[in-house]
């Protein structure tokens, strides 16, 4: 049985489409998968999501018929042709009102867009999943990509086609289903009530323009930093690292054993800008002396340098971290998505448009192993807790 016990399920049931007996796969069984996670967290409720313009009907109706508890019904208005980014950011205040401890997106939901707004892990194409330690455990990913993926909750999850078709086929609304449905619950909210986001992150993950000078503002007006590999660039990680309440008072060269990735308070990840393993062995000490775990790109895994169990992705860890140092990655979609519940990220990497710049807080254009490795000494020579980052 779950341990997180009264847990609510949003599941999302997309914008339009056939409603009643006639609703997708994708509903059927993420209604399916909701309802086995509540009665095995010993309470809560299944509570199904829609959004649209405030004209057509959205299939929440059929939701309620095949189990779901109750609906809420988003409309974004006038900005329904503003494109995935407006239903994104109606679909996540209708989820803030929730709380829930898990998101499946049943149908077409802009999954990594909701996921960036609402700073929660996000785990696509799953297979089976269940709710252990307050945590997700899945198998997810396509072909020879299958893996088993852990994070914490609260999570986002899409369930991939085939393990849908194979639910859904188990469980078809009736008649009296549908009839049931008409007495449930349905809150419908206008735009006023939604809000923006309000988040601060960037609206997607686009790279931002080339800087033109040493001190820029990205495109979310978050603090944004580029430099040389030389003291400027190390002072301002250590700043951070400050701020953030990770340097204190411990024994100078104190390693602390490294936490489980996905429960990790600071992530130290290295890519391929490293250039080589021994890149990643300033990684793992680095992690060590700051009490966090070390983290790789997919890009590095495939290299050799770095095990399978540190790589942070779509199909891998999911990470929610106060604090993600990332060196010489890129930052390719899939690992976005793994680290968008990071509360403060900072990048370091030669290439000024990388993705990762776009989702920083503190970007530093910069040869990652010569930075990495002021850090390191920098970190090595004073004082160090390896306490929770408060």
Known sequence: MSEYRGMDVVVCVGSGGEDGAGAGAGIAAGVAVARRLVDESGGGQVVAVGWGNGTGRVPVS???????????????????????????EALAAVIRRVSPGLVIAAADTPVHEVGQLLRLPCVTDVLEVAVLDAGVRARAGRGAGVAEVACALPALV??????GAAIAGSRRATFADLLAARAKPVERLGPGDLGSNGTGRLDSFAAPPPPAAPATAKANDRPAMTAGGGDEAH???????ERSGVMASAPAGHLAPAPALEHAAVVVAGGRGLG??????MVEELAGLLG?????SGGAVASGWAPRSWLVGQTAHAVRPHLYLAFGISGASQHLVGLAAAGKVVAVNEDAASPIFAVADLAVVADARQVLARVLEAVSSRPLSAKTVE
């Open 235 to 241: 002072r301002a990680i250590i700043g951070m690292l």
């Open 62 to 88: 059929a939701a309620l018929a095949l189990g779901a508890d109750r609906a809420i019904v988003g409309d974004v208005g006038s900005r329904a042709g503003d494109g995935g980014f407006a239903q994104a």
């Open 158 to 163: 899409t369930l991939a086609p085939a393990a």
């Open 276 to 281: 080589d393993s021994r890149g990643f062995a």
């Open 292 to 296: 966090g775990a070390p983290a790789a």
